[in-house]
């Protein structure tokens, strides 16, 4: 359900500011109604089979202009008084009827499957992962598939089974961001029907406040524990050499000593690691939520490439101070879902 | 551009294949620089595509626009009548290639395309124009379909597959439709006249004219008697009566020249059974019929005329049926009026003085009317007088005189012109009859098929108490033309279809090629009466024959039973039965790989994981274990591994994979050796 009013929420607040609350009440209404019944139809599924409860088929405006141009050619036929004229048009309007069927098998039998989406930061443009495997029975033509407002893409599956598709979309809310329901849809062969449907592929990008660059910070040297030095293995100073050990990185090989035909050696680095800083909730007082998440962020990011132990102090979590990929993935993801809704993805 | 809106290269090509393939059959009648245009917009298209040009610019193509209009003034005179649209609609269809750069364009232009189809049937709806159609139609739909297939960058036969079957499945239905729709008449009368002359007979005649129609081999029109068909001697189809003389040529009188009075045939009593038999006609754009002697016609928009002639009420613009029934041994107009007496004597005051004077000198010699008639004719007969299709170019003044007396070389309007021109002179109302005589059997269906070249003209002697006694002064000259025909007559001349050297008609005496052409014809009988002459008249007779009645609900049962019918065949055979699933690009490039291996004679077991297989591959082929190796991991990871961690290059890595079975052609030590 939280899916269902996120959007709506920010549709009226939207749109009330231009038009009439009133008449806008009434569509609104008649979009959650279509919605919900959207979501009754197909409901969310990573996974989805395109059978005829899932495919829609309405006539192109190219469609009804080739119902126009058949209407004129049967007005010719018919003053005409030309039995050939007449075959030609009634074939036409057969090849109408019988596109019909061929549109919704280009559709049919094709599995949607969404396979993951990258993080992002607010603002920026997450991609989004998903792959289109296609029935046994037939090749598909033009698969045309969106997000709104996410890029496009048209996709053929002729001699691969499956096809994995890439559409980028910027994300604009913090915290797990649907792209809302996914579009697929095609007028092959004749482009004079459109299959579509829309399914909800329970796909969500994980997105991080957006980065906001402050002034060096005070507190930053304040909050530096006692400064014992400790070498460890790092990228930063060259430091000295030792004799290769198996599982050893092979950047750190001494290449120039085994070249010299000496015992393989290894480079030795070190990096500072006493500098452990506390980023503290604290320390943005009073700006509003979303700004300290963003300064946050920012430094974050800024500890991070100093290669500088960073711990983070939320008002529900605490982190301890750590460096590494993963210690920042999961202090990113603290901020995003911060007073954010969680759901276990 | 948005990704919907691009036209795939490959439909490009469709497209102009499509161009070509429409304007073909125009072509004949167009201009020539119509024609030039299309190669100018093919090329300025491709030059575009190219990127060696850029679109025609807004005021190059107003420019355009308007000189096509202009040139289309200068060609045709005028804008109204069916040549001036059509060349407007193919001008259309010419630029609108020139601009295709969206897809919506490309709908314009493949639209257009199927209403050109239509403007070629208005000029003909024979059997080949529609066959070549069906071509057409099925190169429009897979240039539409072509659109619709991104990225395709090669010429690929599918595109027309999935066109043609989807025709096909919509066939049945449209044969349904076409014989269940009503025809009602035109809803208003269409201005669109064409203006091609057609050859046949027109409403006067001068020496020489018939000659040159004989040269035609096109069908005039075709009979179907209900009974037997009569002698090929018999078979005088009268058309037009040609009652004035001026300046040596002959013409019909009009409705008006009558008085009042006469306007009506005079209705005749008559008894026994006539001859039954419907005419299909092939387009003259004229209006009148053809018909045996005393025909009367009970199909509606034929009316009877004076002299007994038919006539219908519009031009005859399209394939035409009506039925007659004909009485040739009835007497008509035994009594004559006053005024056709003076008509049918008249004769120019002055010229002819010879032939004037050997009229009254035989009438004198002969006595009695009849015996005038025979004396003239043995005439014909006895002096030596030839029939030819390649008669001499005569005089204005006195050119009765100098056929009779000098060159005496003439075709057979020549003949009916002296004679009748005999008669008047010894005061006998007489006058030339123009229209077809015999015409050629069709063993196959039994109809009479009667060429151009069977035109003819003969003359008609008024004779008290006989009334109008028709006198063929030909059969006189040469009785070959009217017991066989005119090939037989032109026999030593062999100016028979000199000039129609593909007619295959020339080559009637190959059986094979004759039965073929004959059996050709009997199926364009078919396709007149069936499609082309299918009318309201038709249609009930055909529900009459299906249903006992027609009744709304038979026809919307029928309607929707074969709508449904249609769809549920189309449904099944699109979505029931065994799965055909086309060998994927992976699969068949693995079964290459197993099937150079099997070569060497290192054949995969049913069952053997395709790394069990290569790890004894490379022990029996040491010099590459590397790449069987490679191919097999890249194979397990194509075919089992998780999509997702593949990273999205699939189609890289397929490609990839293709290219190292293609560089993978393993051989033995001792083949290498």
Redesign the interface.
Known sequence: MWMLLGPECDLVENDALGTKRHSMGIRTRIEARFRGWLNRRIPPAREVILDQRRIFIFPTRVGFFFGACLLLMLLAAINFENNLSYALTFWLATLFIVAILHTYANLSGLTIRALRAEPAFLGQQSEFHLMIKRSKRREHFALHLKWPNSSETLENLIDEDSVIVQLHMSVDSRGWFSPGRLLLESTYPLGLLRCWTSVDLELYALVYPRPIVSAELSGLGANRPDGAAVFIDGNDDFYGFRSYRKGDSLRQVYWKGLAKQQSPMTKQYTAYTNRSVWLDWDMFAGMDTEQRLSHLCYWLLECDRRGEEYGLRLPTAVIEPALGEKHRNRLLKELALFSKERRSR | MN??QQVPRNALVWIIICLFALVAPHASRLPLWILALYLVAVIWRLQVHRGYWSFPTRLAKVAMVLTGFFGIYISYGSFIGLEPTVGLLLIAFALKLMELSH??DA?VLL?LG??I??TE??FS?SLL??LY?LVS?TLV?AA??A??????QEFKV?TLC??SV??M???P??IV??FL?P??????T?PIKSHTAKTGMSDFMKPGDVASLSQSADVAFRAKFDGDIPVKSALYWRGLVFSRIEQGAWSALGLYDLPANQRRPEEIITDGEPMRYSIIMEPTQQKWLYGLKYARSDTPGVMQTVDFLLSSFVAVE?EYMYTVTSRANVAVDEVLSKWRRKTETQLPPIGNAKTRKLALDLKAKAGSDEAFISLVLDMFGREPYVYTLRPDVLSEQDSIDEFLFQSKRGFCEHYASAFVFMMRAAGLPARVVAGYQGGEINPINKTVIVHQFDAHAWAEVWLASRGWVRVDPTAAVSPQRIEFGLEEAMESEGSFLSTALLSPLRYRSIPLLNTLRLRYDALTYQWQTW?????NERQFDLLRSFFGETTAKAFAIVLLGS?AF??LA??IS??VGR????Q???EKQYRLFSMRLARLGIIRDPGETPSLFAQRAAKALPDYAEPLCQITRLYNQLAYGD??S?A?N??EN?QQFVRMISRFRPKTRHAKL
């Open positions: 990704i919907l897809r919506k709908y639209f199927y209403f189809c239509i049937f208005l709806q124009v529609a159609a139609i739909t539409l379909v659109i619709h297939r991104p990225g395709e599918g999935v066109a989807m025709l499945q919509a066939m239905l449209m439709l076409f729709f025809r009602f008449g035109p809803l208003w269409v399209a499609i082309v002459g299918f009318d709508l249609v769809l189309v449904a699109l979505f799965e055909t699933h086309p994927s690009q992976l999509a997702q593949s999205g699939a189609a397929l």
